[in-house]
């Protein structure tokens, strides 16, 4: 595959929309194209699975059924965009991808790391993440940011230990893989945070990181 596909994760509310709008017009304006997509989501059957997933009347959802329809929807989206972008050339901004279940399904659900990575790889079918964004936000924060938007989903309802316990899954697993996923400090303004993403990917690309 020849194009570039790159993740974006962090807890609810670290700003991740935001980046992925700056970060497409920092390449687009050098010439890439690209293609934003998101998880749960991204497409009609990914997108009917999120308001399953998302919907508060589902409270008492399975952890095990919550774990495989974000597999399911995650199967279809690279079936149907991520892969056919990326083997067009295209640069896939992925708003989430499978670092985000094994954070919430795994450190914040309790669910077993095997059966998650063995999931991972059905539905990923070979596409992986060359650079991932993790933008660090204490749990607090993050919700507080999120919930400024309205009603909280299903799982923005959860719990601050719930969310604490996914930031620890999330920044465990940027310990465990520093060359591909980078750490930003998510509670720093805006354009401090952009000017960390247009720095780690302009190695990738072999660009300068200004503009
Ligand atoms: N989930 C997802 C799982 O449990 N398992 C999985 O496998 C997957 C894929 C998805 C939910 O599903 C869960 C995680 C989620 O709970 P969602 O609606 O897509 O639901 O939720 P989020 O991905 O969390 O999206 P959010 O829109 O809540 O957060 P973002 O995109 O990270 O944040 P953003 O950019 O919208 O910003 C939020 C607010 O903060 C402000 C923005 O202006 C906005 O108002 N902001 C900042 N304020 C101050 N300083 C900054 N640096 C700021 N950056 C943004």
């Known amino acids: 595959m020849t194009g570039r596909f790159i993740t974006f994760e962090g807890i609810e509310g670290c700003g991740k929309s935001t980046q992925i709008g700056l970060l497409r017009a920092f390449l687009e304006a050098r010439g890439q194209r690209v293609v934003v997509t998101r998880e749960p989501g991204g497409a009609p059957v990914p997108e009917a699975i999120r308001a399953i997933l998302l919907d508060r009347a589902h409270a008492d959802m399975h952890p095990v059924a919550e774990l495989l329809l974000y597999e399911a929807a995650r199967a279809q989206l690279v079936h149907e965009v991520i892969r056919p972008a990326l083997e067009a050339g295209a640069v896939v901004l992925c708003d989430r991808f499978a670092d985000s279940t094994t954070a919430y399904q795994g450190a914040g ?47 923005e309802a959860e719990s601050i230990a719930f969310h604490e316990r996914v930031r620890q899954g999330f920044l465990g697993l940027a310990a465990g893989e520093p060359q591909r996923i980078k750490i930003i400090d998510a509670a720093q303004p805006v354009e401090t945070v952009a000017g960390a993403v247009c720095a780690g990917i302009a190695a990738l690309f072999g660009y300068a990181a200004t503009g």
């Open 109 to 155: 659900r309790g669910l077993p790391r095997d059966a998650l990575d063995s999931l991972h790889r059905l539905a990923t079918q070979g596409v992986w993440p060359d650079l991932t964004f993790l933008l660090d936000l204490p749990a607090g924060a993050g919700l507080e940011r999120a919930r400024g938007r309205g009603e909280a989903d299903r799982i």
